[in-house]
């Protein structure tokens, strides 16, 4: 077992800032003392390359493939199918075809139900795999993918499990001699695209309701993270899926993507990923065949520290709100607003957590933070920390590469940072931490609230009135008190303005995948109405 070779055992964690705080043993490790070595051999071979259509494994039409990365060092670990849009065609008309005419949609809800919870069995069985491929595609610590993001997955498929047999529709009245009902039925083909910084965790907020709901569904992997979802694709179909029920195009967004959201076979497209982008996706399916759209886009998310912090704590939290995944979180607390009273406290207290953050080998135990995700982000974060030293702010730590290999960069903090400096209206969308001070709390619900995103935010206090004039006043989709990232099955995620429309996971995330028909029939002579 993968686990034997890494050390390491799995648990189960309410929540990822525990789990954060269990792992990493805060206090033990420095990034001074880290450091990047040859590369840990990950206990894994890849084993799926290709394009997954009509339950098989396929080259692309074109014979083209494309290199996906290690961002430990910039060298290649496989070659990809690279499809594009012939190749969308052909899962659009396996999709269709499977639910126009095949078994899944069929299938009682209870079978259905089966086949997902088995996949989820597969998940946990096959944990270590998942894990090794996720952390040596995307970069993010193994301990973090085998022990909080895999079990995850696992769990999303069961809690979608359960709803397969309990979606209905309503007996409704009406005003006359008729019996009224709603239908709740499949929407029908699913495009689906999902990002590269939680690979297989948005496969699992997209592909489980979809298929609970007994659609079928076309999925675009992120070109620099293919491998994990299509691995997670074979043991769907070990478990039972029918064929078609679920294809994969692996490929770049101009072509395989673009497709996508402008085929007019295509019923839905639901997008993660940036707003830059999910506004093209959306034009595209307006342009198209107006098919219905979810979009779960890019965050600026204040995190509020209230002047009765106890300081230390909210170091600790306000750390792991920006700087969890390597800060490549679209709903990472990257505007960190201090009270006045406790904010010098608070950044001299962040700088020398930020200096022991452990940096290295994401293969490697207790490590905190792997690579940056590819050489494009690793410049245009470098690119921001420049922005916010010319721009004015005080660069407290960090601020530059970290090792000489890969895409490493140390963790960043900024103080006195201006709510007009790029680096707090940007997403940065890595290692960088910026304090913000204010004074007053009307006055930090105005800064928070001017921004065009509103995903999510944290708020740290001990007063309970505090926290609820925070809650209803930020306009974002979730709000935090006194921890972050508590992402279970059950809790409904998505944005206001800019941060995309729609809302995934929780039985909200139901709707996106359903039609509700009415249904009239005229009574004659009814005992009642």
């Excluded at 396929?58 to 690279?82: C, M, N, Q, Y």
């Excluded at 303005?497 to 929780?506: A, D, L, P, Q, V």
Aim: aromatic share 10%.
């Amino acid at each position: 077992m993968l686990h034997d070779v890494l050390n390491f055992e799995r648990v189960s964690y309410n929540n990822l800032f525990e789990a954060f705080l269990t792992d990493t043993g805060i206090g033990k490790y420095s990034t001074a003392a880290a450091v990047v070595e040859d590369p840990i051999t990950p206990p894994v071979k890849v084993g799926h390359t290709k394009l997954l259509i009509n339950g098989q494994f396929v080259d692309a039409a074109s014979g083209k493939t494309f290199p996906t990365l290690d961002p430990r060092t910039g060298d290649v670990i496989a070659h990809v199918a690279e499809g594009d849009a012939e190749d969308v065609n052909r899962a659009v008309a396996a999709a269709r075809k499977a639910f126009d005419e095949g078994a899944w949609p069929k299938m009682t809800a209870y079978e259905r139900s089966r086949v997902l919870f088995r996949f989820a069995d597969l998940i946990e069985k096959h944990n270590d795999e998942l894990a090794a491929l996720e952390t040596w595609d995307n970069g993010k610590p193994f301990e973090q993918s085998a022990k909080i993001e895999i079990p995850m997955v696992a769990r999303f498929f069961r809690y979608y499990a359960g709803y397969a047999d309990k979606i209905h529709g309503l007996t409704v009245p009406a005003d006359g001699p008729y019996h009224v009902q709603t239908l709740h039925e499949p929407i029908g083909v699913a495009g689906q695209i999902i990002p590269w910084n939680f690979p297989l965790v948005m496969f699992a907020w997209k592909v489980a309701p979809a298929l609970a709901c007994g659609n079928t569904i076309v999925l675009k992997t992120a070109e620099q993270t293919p491998l994990s979802a299509l691995y997670a694709a074979h043991l769907l179909h070990e478990a039972g899926l029918p064929p078609g029920a679920l294809n994969m195009v692996s490929g770049f967004g101009p072509t395989a993507g673009a497709a996508i959201a402008s085929h007019m076979d295509i019923d839905k497209v639901a997008f993660t990923g940036s707003t830059a982008t999910g506004k093209i996706v959306l034009e595209l399916a307006a342009k198209s065949n107006l098919k219905t759209v979810t979009l779960e886009l890019g965050g600026k998310s204040p995190f509020i520290v209230c002047e009765d912090a106890d300081v230390d704590k909210a170091v600790e939290l306000a750390h792991f709100a920006l700087f969890f995944n390597q800060g490549q979180c679209c709903c990472a607390g990257s505007r960190t607003f201090v009270h006045e009273r406790v904010y010098d406290e608070f950044v001299e207290k962040a700088k020398a957590r930020a200096q022991k953050r452990v940096v290295g080998d994401p293969f490697k135990g207790g490590i905190e933070q792997g690579p940056q995700i590819d050489s494009d982000q690793f410049e245009k974060i470098l690119k921001y920390i420049d922005y916010g030293i010319k721009g004015g702010a005080t660069l407290e730590t960090g601020g530059e590469r970290f090792g000489s290999k890969g895409y490493y960069i140390k963790p960043t903090v900024f103080s006195n940072v201006k709510d007009d400096m790029q680096i707090a209206k940007d997403e940065i969308f890595g290692p960088v931490q910026t304090v913000l001070k204010y004074k007053e709390l009307d006055e930090v619900i105005k800064r928070a609230n001017n921004s065009r995103y509103g995903l999510a935010a944290g708020i740290f206090t001990q007063n309970i009135d505090t926290a609820n004039t925070l809650t209803r006043a930020l306009r974002v989709g979730s709000v935090w008190i006194n921890c972050f990232d508590v992402f279970d099955a059950s809790i409904p995620f998505g944005g206001y303005k800019m941060s995309g429309n729609g809302r995934e996971k929780g039985i909200y995330g139901l709707q996106n995948y359903l039609q509700v028909k009415a249904v009239v029939t005229p009574l004659k002579n009814p005992a009642w109405l």
